[in-house]
């Protein structure tokens, strides 16, 4: 079957560094998505990555490893705002989105 | 620049009522058009896809329906609803012919079934 794994929550300090990890299972892959999603309100997009490696957007990175079946996304100088959870979707080979349950990330001051 | 309207924010529907669920997209064509539910600690679920005017597929069998009458709107509905349709529901859309990219959201509606 299809999978998405992510942790379910995660606590980090304003400033510093958190890495939200992604393993997916899926029939065929077209890419991987990471979306931002504050409690209440639509997802929001933040990264895609299909091909190996890290892809950097200022304080957010994310990374692919096709042949693991593993990503990360990467959030530097955290923020207050950075509070949200952030979902994780695969698309397989139909181009269909399999979703992970989330990762509430909490940021303490 | 596109746009997506859903509405309403929030719903509080009694057990056995009909559900209307409006969206709508401004600013672009022949959209691909989406309902998923999102349920608490559960990833996002597919309802139903549209990649036309009253071409719908259903993804998971259940008491919604959906229905695409004109080109930019996607409208979700039930005849009777169940408590087990509580949740976040959310409307997206992407372009057609590309398969591969983002999906943008529209703001969700709560609704709660009691």
């Known amino acids: 079957g299809q999978n998405i794994d992510q942790p379910t929550e995660m606590t980090a300090t304003e400033g510093a560094i958190v890495q939200i990890n992604c393993t997916y299972q899926t029939s065929g892959f077209n890419g991987l998505f990471w979306y931002q999603q504050h409690a209440g309100e639509a997802p929001t997009f933040l990264s895609y990555n299909v091909l190996d490696g890290l892809e950097e957007k200022g304080r957010f990175s994310s990374f692919l490893s096709r042949s693991k079946g593993y990503s990360y996304l990467l959030l530097k100088e955290l923020q207050m705002k950075d509070s949200a959870s952030y979902l994780c979707?695969?698309?397989?080979?139909?181009?269909?989105?399999?979703w992970g349950a989330g990762t509430k990330l909490i940021i303490k001051p | 620049s596109q746009t997506i309207h859903q509405w309403p924010a929030t719903l509080v529907q009694p057990v056995g009522s009909p559900l209307s669920l409006e969206c709508t997209v401004e600013g672009t064509s022949n959209p691909n058009l989406y309902w998923y539910r999102q349920a608490a600690g559960r990833g996002l679920q597919l309802l139903f896809y549209s990649v036309g005017i009253g071409q719908i597929s259903s993804e998971v069998p259940q008491n919604l329906s959906a229905s695409r009458p004109q080109d930019r709107q996607f409208i979700l509905s039930s005849k009777k609803l169940l408590l087990s349709d509580s949740g976040f529901y959310l409307c997206a859309w992407k372009r057609d012919g590309f398969e591969s990219e983002k999906l943008f959201f529209g703001s969700g509606t709560q609704l709660s079934v009691l």
């Open positions: 979707a695969a698309m397989d080979s139909n181009y269909q989105l399999i």
